[in-house]
Every structure is written in C-alpha cells, then in structure tokens.
C-alpha cells in the first residue's frame, strides 16, 4: 500500500510511523486513520524486524486533531443530523483498540501541537515524549463534540479527573512543561533533540526482551479496568508467557555470568 498521509520507515529494529500532512498541521482525516491501520499491521508483521514503534508527525505539528472539512462522513454542510460517532466506531476505534494492544513498545514524540484526537493519540503511547514548544489541547468543545479517541478514559487516569474536566471543559491549552509536572507526559526536549532522544530510547527498547515487554505493556492496560485479583490472575498467566521465551533464558544466564543479556525479542 503507497502512503499518502504517513510515512513508515523501518531502522535499527524501530519502525516510525510519522502523521505526513503537514499543511494541514497532519490533521487526521479518513484517508489517514486507513493508512495507518494498514502501517500499524506492517509494523507487527515479523518480517520487518520491527520490535518498537516510534509515533511523530511531519513539520511543526504533532496532530491538530480531526480533519472534518476533508471527511464527507462528518459533513454537517449536507444537511440533517449527524451521527458523528459511526466514524468512532467504523475507522477511529478500532484502530485505537490495535494501538493498545501492540504487541511491543510503543513510543510517541510530540513534536509540536496535539489537540483533539491528535491529543488522544499522543497519550496512547507508552512513553510520551515532547518538545518544550509543543501543547496538549482538548479541543472538542470548540465544535460542540465529546472528547474521543479513549481521552476520557485516559485523562483522568493520568491527571485526575478534576484536571481531565477542566481541560475538556475549557479548552485551554496546556503546555508541555505543564504536561509534564502533571505527570501526563514522561519528558520533554528541546524541538532539535526530540527526535534524535526518541530514536535514542526506541533503540533502547528495541534491544530489549521486546515480547515480554509487549506483556509489560498489556499487563497495565488491562489493569485499568480489573480488580486486584483479576490483575494478580493477569500476573500469572503473563509471568508463564514470559517464562517461556528464550530471552528470559538469556536474561538469567547473563546475570550469572555477570554480562550484558543479549535479547532477540522472542
């Protein structure tokens, strides 16, 4: 499949996905959210090598949310009511459900503004980087619409649900430092160094034992919507796959002979 609207590239182990609409500050339309499913299911593919994904976006812009001029599914213009959430549940849902269940690492660099839906998919990732210059907006209000793409799922997690409802609420930016002594976001950059920090610590995870990893990452997910025992359960039968592999082989036989574990992501 030829992209219009990303770029994928794959190096050092690390595929990264890049929002390519720059002069619509990588607005997400229809066109997009297809494109990147397609990429997400490359990425996963084992004969890309890929075992982390790194997320940005082209020129100064992260994502500026949903591209609804570009989008005939949510064209108000035609007349009538519109169910302005069959594009949720047909293109962005699923493709949100996919992100969360990556089976490796997952690395979003925020290099300039994230608002809307482009807010949700920067706090996808399992680390969130940004540049000092970016800003997290949720910008739904703006056009009488609920947040969506997990946001109210996510924000109170993250920043609590006082903090969630104030930025949904009112629409006011909030920016990265902020985001950050927030506990929102991991850390920030200055803009030069985001991506070269990015890549830094997506080659960092992709030499790492990337399918336990991968658990690592499922175990949370799933602990937001368990109970403890239910997560102990989790615990279990994650701590089994993980027991499996032969890096956890590795691991073992590497602190025993006091040397770096050599990992192969399987």
Not at 6 to 17: G, P, Q, R, S
Not at 108 to 127: I, K, Q
């Amino acid at each position: 499949m030829d992209y219009e609207r990303i770029k994928l590239e794959f190096t050092d182990n690390v595929a990264v996905l890049t929002l390519n609409h720059p002069e619509a500050l990588n607005a997400i339309c229809l066109k997009m959210i297809m494109e990147m499913s397609d990429a997400i299911s490359r990425v996963e593919d084992p004969v890309n090598g890929a075992r982390c994904l790194l997320m940005t976006g082209a020129g100064r812009a992260f994502c500026a949310g949903a591209n609804i001029a570009a989008d005939p599914e949510r064209d108000v213009a035609q007349g009538g009511k519109l169910d302005a959430g069959e594009v949720l549940e047909k293109w962005y849902n699923p493709l949100f459900l996919k992100l969360s269940e990556l089976g490796m690492p997952f690395i979003t660099a925020v290099n300039g503004p994230a608002a809307g839906v482009g807010m949700s998919f920067a706090l996808v990732g399992d680390m969130v980087l940004a540049a000092r210059s970016a800003y997290f907006l949720q910008a739904f209000r703006r056009i009488g619409l609920v947040p969506d793409g997990g946001a109210t799922y996510i924000l109170p997690r993250l920043v609590s649900t006082v903090r969630a409802m104030e930025l949904s609420l009112l629409g006011e930016r909030l920016p990265a430092e902020k985001a950050l002594e927030w506990g929102m976001i991991n850390r920030v950059y200055d803009v030069d160094t985001l991506m070269p920090e990015a890549m830094k610590l997506a080659r960092e995870l992709a030499a790492g034992p990337t399918a336990v990893l991968g658990l690592i990452r499922k175990a949370y997910w799933m602990s937001l919507g368990n109970n403890y025992i239910e997560q102990l359960q989790v615990e279990r039968r994650f701590q089994k796959m993980a027991g499996e592999t032969e890096d956890f082989i590795e691991g073992v036989m590497a602190f025993r002979d006091k040397r770096p574990p050599l990992f192969k992501g399987r």
